[in-house]
């Protein structure tokens, strides 16, 4: 009996912790270095935006962290001042995470549209895909400006990330 109650409790944790290991991978893949938590802190602050991870759908969101006006050009000056200080190995990773969260967020948005969600839709549309839209253009900027290389292949790489996305879906 005491084994079959050792088991049991074995079999509950390993469960447990699969299920939030499993529930948590893309967030923690968005920053699986260090030094992705960082950009990711660093340049969220600089716009005054936060992030966090929906359970239900299994991804990371981004938001304002204030009231202020969304956009600015001093809070873009202060976005790129930020990324200066990482090198370009750096960046072009995590831009391509984010990149990858974006088309998975628009596949969620897309799928709600045509099963007419329109809660979720909405959700979506007005709250996820906004925030998120932005910092990926900012990210994809700042590469724009600091690779050339990179902005000849950026669009390719684009559809390359799409199709590993929609593969992971």
């Known amino acids: 009996m005491k084994i079959y109650n050792s088991f049991f409790l074995f079999l509950v944790v390993a469960t447990l912790l699969f299920l939030n ?6 967030y923690k893949d968005l920053y699986s270095s260090d030094i992705e938590k960082q950009i990711l802190d660093e340049t969220t602050k600089s716009i005054d935006y936060n992030y966090g991870f929906d359970e239900e759908f299994e991804i990371v969101y981004f938001y304002f962290d204030s009231f202020k006006a969304k956009e600015s050009v001093w809070k873009n000056k202060k976005f790129f001042e930020v990324t200066k200080k990482y090198k370009l190995k750096q960046l072009i990773p995590f831009y391509e995470k ?19 969600d329109w809660k979720e839709y909405l959700y979506f549309r007005d709250y996820l895909l906004p925030p998120l839209e932005r910092y990926a253009n900012l990210l994809k900027k700042v590469l724009i400006r600091r690779s050339w ?10 559809k390359e990330l799409e199709a590993e996305a929609k593969e992971e879906l």
């Open 21 to 26: 290991c499993s529930s948590l991978s893309i």
């Open 98 to 116: 984010i990149y990858k969260l974006k088309v998975i967020t628009e596949y969620h948005l897309n799928n709600f549209k045509k099963d007419e």
């Open 149 to 158: 290389s990179y902005k000849k292949k950026i669009k390719t790489r684009q």
